[in-house]
């Protein structure tokens, strides 16, 4: 096997590993707020897909453009669902908090995805665009314009949140509730009001993925489990609640699993999982969290 | 959250014949009905409820939400059908599918029993994922039965199967419900730490709810591969299986023996339902129903008609005592 | 300025205080004493509003506590120095100290705040820049305080200030906490070693297994027989 052959394989892995990433980030900051993992994220990613997907269809807005519009009418369908959902969960008990967090995630996620079954029909939809088959090449190798920018989008909107994250009070108060509420709390700071914004956030976040998904690749209503995988992966690799960390182990996983494809093919889905796996059992902490996490 | 009512024992008379006239008339309905449309339902509502209660004694007796069940139901199906097609008798290649089940919970239980609440049920899901997809690329095919045997398909001894395996899940269910393990179960349910500290060994009572639960997850699976002529491979290791299996349980009362029952049914009868109008609008409607469960109701179905029935019999006490 | 009337508090079943009634009157110095488990903590947290009574009321300034979520107590002037310093581990000692000022009141002087604790903390200017995570006791007692200190609270409530610090840095502690009482912040403390808590405080109250034993001025507890027999008998540590 050629030098060429593993370094497109690369860069396409490392293009998808990048959507990895911004998928689990907003995973990450949803779990470091609430300490619930939002088992439905693959469907707002999705929703956000198909946002975007609308927005072309009936207005022509080319993808990139309606990236800000679906992301924000997802946060808003975020903080809708914290309210109504999550929130009366909020004064139980740290057990059953995140089991019935899990549980209901769990309900939204069939939910949605009939949902848009009905709306939209099982098929595989797809934005087209003028420049979706353009790319440039680079020493022999193809970088697609469209996932080259994915991959540039995710780095923008990664920074962008750690920037929101370090310089602001709000995001501050985010980080302050994620280490320890009580104290949080102590300071003044709105914790009901912090959580909701965070699962908007991350609703947001995922809706970005969702739709450079749509750009570059393909959705279908049944892709929200396989996604929400591909963020729990991520985010166990990198460490519940390292935000920073889950964009390294994004593309790492992608990587990964593009150059698997090469020895293993199609069971490059299970190599992912297998290491998610073997790290949830003997390294809870991630690869790159810290003991007593 | 679950109670398990303790029921007098004239109470319990009258369900057990209840019960009793329940699986007669169920063993009738061959004889009286030639319709295969609604011995078809029938035999539906005995594989969720199958499928329903051997999730339930892990998650709702002995509290580890599985999202990983169809493994199980998997394992058990392509076990069942392999050795069934390779020529051994099915009253052989069906228990196999339970064993194949069993032993493979009892070495990923090891490792997968070790993680807790949330994690368990992510690490679940993983693995059911391993195995489908797995399955899904080295048997892409469709698993079908010859020709000639089609010609010879009975329904009749596929129904009585299920109403058999149906009947002994919910005996099981029943009796684990009323023994010391599952008193052990409940008391890892309730609170893992405590019930350490009073001297149960909790690794054992899940270990063990998790191997009855692949069981007759397995056996299900094999029953299954029994019934359907044709499906692919992987479906059987589809995530839905688990998903119906949650819906169910939690909708009808998880931790009740009653409740993955009337779960089953409702389940079924709204997915006949809708499918000519709305297909999977049963899934749906479940979804909602879940999440109210989840919300306000934990004990589902069952509790609700408790509520009912007390407040009825309050009702009584108010205005017509004598 | 604080008045909590008769309330009761449990955990889940487990019930820690019962009928508990005490008020804290401006600018002055309240001790709460007492035997660990008693309450104290609880009784703390119950003010703040991270625990709700079943019974009882509690008033600040005259305003029903009831129905006012956590965050409103610390705008009108409430602000616990948590037991275990309660810090932002990760975050940077500036960071700490800025979330402290989170709210309006705190913001709008924030910058001079900020002066005036590191007046009183100098060493915290210096560290302004390390995860609070990584400092020694002393200098994370201070940084509670200096963070507490940044929400301008009218009523400063501290868990047990001189937990786990040397007797030099407990001096230093409890000096500081006179200053800030003098400059107008009124403060209730929980303090386990009764002498120097009788020493700084204007008046104590003892809280045995959920209830008011006993309470007055701290000089006549001083000559009190069951508080000299319970807490002054041998010197504690």
């Known amino acids: 096997m050629n030098l060429q052959v593993w370094a497109q394989s690369l860069i396409f892995g490392i293009f998808v590993g990048g959507l990895y990433g911004l998928a689990a980030v907003g995973l990450s900051l949803v779990f470091g707020v609430m300490k619930m993992l939002n088992v439905a994220h693959g469907e707002l990613l999705m929703l956000g897909g198909y946002a975007t997907f609308c927005f072309f269809s009936f207005y022509h ?233 | ?141 469709v698993a079908s039965l010859p020709e000639d045997y089609i010609a010879t398909y009975n329904l009749i001894p596929r129904y009585y199967l299920f109403l058999i395996l149906a009947i002994i899940v919910v005996a099981m269910v029943f009796w684990v419900s009323r023994s010391k393990l599952g008193l052990g179960m409940v008391a890892v349910r309730e609170d893992e730490e405590a019930a350490k500290a009073s001297g149960v060994s909790t690794f054992r009572q899940k270990m063990v709810a998790f191997a009855i639960s692949s069981f007759f997850a397995g056996l299900a699976g094999g029953a299954f591969a029994f019934y359907q002529v044709s499906y692919y491979y992987e479906l059987p290791f589809s995530p839905t299986w688990t998903f119906d299996a949650l819906l169910i349980t939690f909708v009808g009362g998880v931790g009740t023996v009653v409740g993955p029952i009337v779960g089953a049914f409702f389940y079924v009868i709204f997915k006949e339902l809708f499918a000519r109008t709305f297909p999977e609008l049963h899934v749906f409607v479940f979804g909602i129903l879940f999440i109210l469960v989840v919300l306000l109701l934990p004990g589902g179905l069952v509790e609700m008609v408790s509520r009912i029935r007390r407040l009825v019999t309050a009702r009584k006490t108010e205005t017509g005592f004598c | 300025m604080l008045e909590i009337q008769k309330i009761s508090v449990s955990y889940g079943d487990l019930q820690i205080l019962w009928n508990i009634s005490l008020n804290v009157e401006e600018k002055e110095i309240v001790g709460l004493i007492g035997p660990n488990g008693a309450g104290k903590t609880t009784t703390l947290r119950t003010i703040t509003g991270l625990l709700r009574p079943s019974a009882g009321r509690i008033q600040f300034e005259g305003v029903p506590m009831e129905n006012v979520p956590i965050h409103k107590r610390v705008e009108l002037g409430i602000s616990l120095i948590p037991e275990g310093r309660g810090l932002f581990p990760e975050m940077s000692t500036l960071e700490n100290l800025e979330l402290g000022a989170f709210t309006a009141k705190g913001r709008t002087c924030k910058d001079k705040t900020l002066e005036q604790v590191y007046e009183l903390f100098p060493i915290l200017k210096n560290r302004k820049k390390q995860s609070a995570g990584t400092m020694s006791g002393g200098e994370q007692q201070m940084l509670a305080i200096g963070r507490g200190l940044m929400s301008k609270p009218k009523l400063l409530l501290v868990d047990e200030p001189s937990w786990g610090l040397s007797p030099l840095l407990s001096k230093l502690i409890y000096e500081v906490i006179g200053q800030i009482n003098h400059s107008g912040v009124t403060i209730l403390l929980i303090e386990q070693n009764v002498r120097i808590a009788l020493e700084l405080a204007n008046r104590a109250y003892v809280i045995e297994n959920g209830r008011i034993v006993k309470q007055g001025d701290c000089r006549n507890m001083f000559d009190d027989q069951h508080i000299r027999e319970a807490y002054l008998g041998t010197e504690s540590a």
Not at chain 1, 107 to 120: D, M, P, Q, V
Not at chain 1, 197 to 214: D, H, R
Not at chain 2, 3 to 29: M, Q
Not at chain 2, 48 to 59: H, P, R
């Open chain 1, 61 to 293: 807005i080319d993808p990139f453009l309606s990236l800000l519009p679906s992301a924000f009418i997802l946060f808003l369908i975020g903080m809708g669902l914290y309210k109504g959902l999550f929130s009366p969960l909020a004064k139980l008990h740290e057990e059953v908090k995140i089991k019935n967090s899990l549980l209901i995630g769990f309900g939204l996620s069939l939910i949605f995805h009939n949902l848009a079954i009905r709306i939209w029909t099982a098929d595989e939809k797809s934005v087209s665009v003028l420049y979706s088959g353009w790319g440039f090449s680079l020493f022999g190798l193809r970088f697609p314009f469209i996932r080259f920018a994915g991959l540039l989008l995710a780095m923008i909107v990664i920074f962008a949140l750690h920037q929101f994250l370090t310089k602001t009070y709000f995001g501050k108060a985010i980080r302050a509730t994620t280490e320890n509420w009580e104290s949080a709390a102590l300071m003044g700071i709105n914790i009901e009001k912090t959580s909701m914004v965070s699962f908007g956030l991350g609703a947001a976040l995922a809706a970005m993925a969702g739709t450079i998904v749509s750009v570059g690749y393909a959705i279908y209503p049944a892709m929200g489990l396989g996604w929400t995988l591909k963020a729990l992966i991520v985010v166990v690799l990198a460490g519940l609640g390292n935000i920073g960390g889950a964009f390294v182990a994004g593309v790492l996983l992608g990587a990964v699993e593009s150059v698997s494809t090469l020895f293993v093919g199609p069971y490059m889905e299970v190599v992912g999982l297998v290491i998610f796996l073997l790290v949830l059992e003997l390294r809870p902490q991630g690869l790159f969290g810290k003991i007593g996490e």
């Open chain 2, 1 to 141: 959250m679950n109670k398990e009512y303790k029921l007098s024992s004239h109470r319990r008379n009258f369900f057990l014949g209840l019960g009793t006239a329940i699986i007669l008339i169920f063993a009738l309905v061959p004889l009286l009905t030639k319709r295969n449309d609604f011995i078809n339902i029938m035999i539906l509502i005995f594989l969720y409820v199958c499928l329903a209660q051997s999730w339930n004694i892990l998650a709702g007796y002995a509290g580890q939400v599985s999202l990983g069940h169809a493994a199980f139901f998997g394992l058990g199906a392509i076990a069942t059908r392999f050795l069934w097609a390779w020529g051994y008798p099915f009253f052989l290649a069906f228990p196999a599918g339970g064993v194949v089940a069993v032993v493979f919970a009892l070495i990923v239980g090891h490792p997968a029993l070790r993680l807790k609440g949330i994690y368990f049920a992510i690490g679940t899901l993983g693995l059911a994922e391993i195995l489908r997809i797995t399955i899904e690329n080295t048997l892409p095919t």
